[in-house]
């Protein structure tokens, strides 16, 4: 009876044991992952309202007397969301492509803009400066390299030390943003925060999403003002994204009020106004993004500049597929009443090296 109420008390002094042992490993979790939430939230990019923005390199001096004037806007994905590719933040499953797959999307994007580096202005969005997602590699550096005529701008709009998901395959260290480059040599640019960030903690891992301005100065003592924009993405930023819509009407009216000239391009992440999937050509699949933007959304003598027979952006749900995959058109340009709109065009490439494609913009500057 003893030896049988001794080993009773042994096992329950083992059972003590390993709960406090339990515990302790618990408690220790715990506080490794405050602190690491602490270092996280200490160490986030915290970007100002409004920062100028180096300019490297020099264009020429601009001259408003130009007969017409060309842009292109293109979100190029980081090199990392070409035609074989899907993305697990949309469904899909890969963080980023192999080697080989990244480097082909890369030397495409590159080859295709040598081919409309013609064009005054380039807005760009989704150019890495460094991150896991893209091999480290510094596409900003080996943009510039084909452009070394032209003046360049870049916006940081993603910082993140380490991005934890997913869980089995992390994406890591992001350091990445939208750039713009100038055929004319601005007098000056700057980066201005939307301020439209998701909430604390997942806002530690997002973008900080931003519009670059770019100046030009008219003979007439007014700007010429080009605005690069990467607006919110996903289903759960819809409050974001009218948040920012709201942030660029009210510039838009500042400046038009100046008497500037002002063109807006970029990825906005909703439709343009008005939106017809019928009207699209491609024989891709079309599909609508809700909400849409407010149909009052542009001042009176606006308007949207967007090729209505192409689609600029494909889901990545899934690898592209032609005819399966669902696309529709984000990428546009809206310009003040003061600008004359020659022509719009989607430059479609199937969207082999980047889940949306470029598209072209003529116009001219109403004196």
């Known amino acids: 009876m003893v030896t049988f109420m001794h080993k009773i008390l042994v096992m ?74 899907d993305f697990f933040y949309e469904g899909g499953n890969q963080v980023r492509p192999s080697y080989a797959d990244y480097s082909k999307y890369q030397e495409g994007i590159l080859n295709t803009l040598k081919n409309i580096k013609s064009s005054d202005f380039l807005l760009l969005q989704e150019v890495d400066q460094r991150a896991k997602r893209s091999y480290y590699t510094n596409q900003v550096e080996a943009i510039v390299k084909v452009f070394p005529a032209y003046a360049s701008m870049f916006a940081i709009n993603y910082y993140s030390k380490f991005v934890p998901v997913p869980v089995e395959k992390p994406m890591g260290y992001v350091r990445a943003g939208i750039m713009t480059l100038s055929h004319f040599t601005p007098l000056g640019a700057s980066r201005h925060s939307f301020r439209s960030d998701y909430s604390w903690p997942k806002k530690l891992f997002m973008l900080d999403r931003c519009y670059l301005i770019a100046r030009y100065k008219n003979s007439d003592g007014h700007e010429l003002v080009v605005i690069n924009t990467h607006n919110s993405a996903f289903a759960d930023a819809a409050m974001l994204r009218d948040k920012e819509l709201g942030i660029l009407r009210t510039v838009m009216e500042k400046e038009y009020a100046k008497g500037n000239y002002m063109i807006i391009g970029g990825d906005w992440n909703q439709n343009p106004l008005p939106f017809n999937e019928h009207l699209i050509t491609s024989d891709d699949i079309v599909k609508k993004i809700d909400p849409s933007i407010p149909m009052n959304f ?70």
Not at 331 to 356: C, M, Q, R, W, Y
């Open 12 to 85: 329950i002094k083992i059972l003590r044991l390993l709960i406090k042992m339990v515990l302790w490993i618990i408690i220790i979790c715990i506080l490794a992952f405050v602190a690491i939430l602490c270092w996280f939230t200490i160490s986030d990019y915290n970007p100002g309202l409004e920062e100028p923005v180096k300019i490297t390199g020099e264009g020429i001096s601009y001259n408003d007397n130009y007969d017409t004037l060309s842009l292109i806007t293109w979100n190029i994905g980081y090199a990392g969301l070409g035609q074989k590719m």
């Open 298 to 367: 542009l001042p009176p003598g606006w308007q949207w500049a967007f090729d209505p027979s192409q689609p600029t952006n494909r889901d990545v749900n899934e690898p592209y597929v032609h005819g399966k995959t669902k696309t529709t058109i984000i990428d546009f340009f809206v310009l003040s009443p003061n600008i004359e709109l020659i022509d719009v065009k989607t430059l479609a490439d199937g969207f082999t090296f980047s889940d949306h494609q470029p598209v072209y913009l003529k116009i001219r500057l109403i004196k």
